[in-house]
Nanobody
Framework: QVHLVESGGGLVQAGGSLNLSCAAS????????MGWFRQSPNQERRFVAA????????DYADSVKGRFTISRDNAKNMMYLLMNSLEPEDTAVYYC????????????????????WGQGTQVTVSS
């Protein structure tokens, strides 16, 4: 079982940046692929980005590619999402998630494939 806690959300103007963090209270954090998802009101939870166990490979939704960067520090049991050039459409609750994937595939982007979740952090981008 992996306990995940997100932080770093807030209110930012369009064009600004935020850096989300996800802290994992699990000594085996380095065994799990990690991901970020987001959910807006009245919408389903959607994939944003994911990173492999060792951090050598990542996957991004087309909507954030080139603007967001996912990273992790296994020594600190931490994962991050640096969000640049934020747009009002990025407004959502952002969740970190973990799963025992050895590789990243588009088929793994569905939230149902990720068993471990944080409580979420709100990101609001004003126009």
């Amino acid at each position: 079982q992996v306990h995940l806690v997100e932080s770093g959300g807030g209110l930012v103007q369009a064009g600004g940046s935020l850096n989300l963090s996800c802290a994992a209270s699990e000594y085996a954090f380095s065994r799990y692929a990690m991901g970020w998802f987001r959910q807006s009101p009245n919408q389903e939870r959607r994939f944003v980005a994911a990173i492999t166990v060792g951090g050598s490979s990542s996957d991004y939704a087309d909507s954030v590619k080139g603007r967001f960067t996912i990273s992790r520090d296994n020594a600190k049991n931490m994962m991050y999402l640096l969000m640049n050039s934020l747009e009002p459409e990025d407004t959502a609750v952002y969740y970190c998630a973990g799963a025992a994937f050895s590789r990243l595939h588009r088929a793994n982007r569905g939230p149902k494939n990720w068993p471990f979740w944080g409580q979420g952090t709100q990101v609001t981008v004003s126009s």
